[in-house]
Nanobody
Framework: VQLQASGGGLVQPGGSLRLSCAAS????????MNWYRQPPGKQRELVAG???????NYADSVKGRFTISRDNAVNTVYLQMNVLKPEDTAVYYC???????????????WGQGTLVTVSS
C-alpha cells in the first residue's frame, strides 16, 4: 500500500491550494484519513481528519479556512486550503488507516509529504 501526496507549492498570503493524496495497492477498506503538517523547526501536528463515514475534525488554527474531503471510489483524500497565512508554511503529510483484507487489522500508512510555502 502506498500513499501519494501532491498539490503543494508556493502561494501568496490569502491564496488557495488544494492537496490530494491517493492510496494505492492492496486495499480492502480505508478508515480514518488525515492530514498532518510539520512547520520548519517544529513538531508534526494534526491539521484535519475525516472518517470513513464523512465526519470531520480540524485544528483550531485552520477552522473556517481548510476543508477536508474524500472520494472513496478512488481512495483519495483532499485538503482545500483557503486564506493561507505564512504560518501555514509546512510539509504536509497524509495519513490513513488501511485494511488490506476483511479480517486484518488496520495499519497506519503515511504519504511522502508535500511542501506548502506561503510567502509574498
Amino acid at each position: 500500500v502506498q500513499l501519494q501526496a501532491s498539490g503543494g507549492g508556493l502561494v501568496q498570503p490569502g491564496g488557495s491550494l488544494r492537496l490530494s493524496c491517493a492510496a494505492s495497492g492492496s486495499i480492502f477498506s480505508i478508515n480514518d484519513m488525515n492530514w498532518y503538517r510539520q512547520p520548519p523547526g517544529k513538531q508534526r501536528e494534526l491539521v484535519a481528519g475525516i472518517s470513513s463515514g464523512g465526519s470531520t475534525n480540524y485544528a483550531d488554527s485552520v477552522k473556517g479556512r481548510f476543508t477536508i474531503s474524500r472520494d472513496n471510489a478512488v481512495n483519495t483524500v483532499y485538503l482545500q486550503m483557503n486564506v493561507l497565512k505564512p504560518e501555514d508554511t509546512a510539509v504536509y503529510y497524509c495519513n490513513a488507516d488501511i485494511k488490506y483484507h476483511r479480517f486484518a487489522a488496520g495499519r497506519d500508512y503515511w504519504g511522502q509529504g508535500t511542501l506548502v510555502t506561503v510567502s509574498s
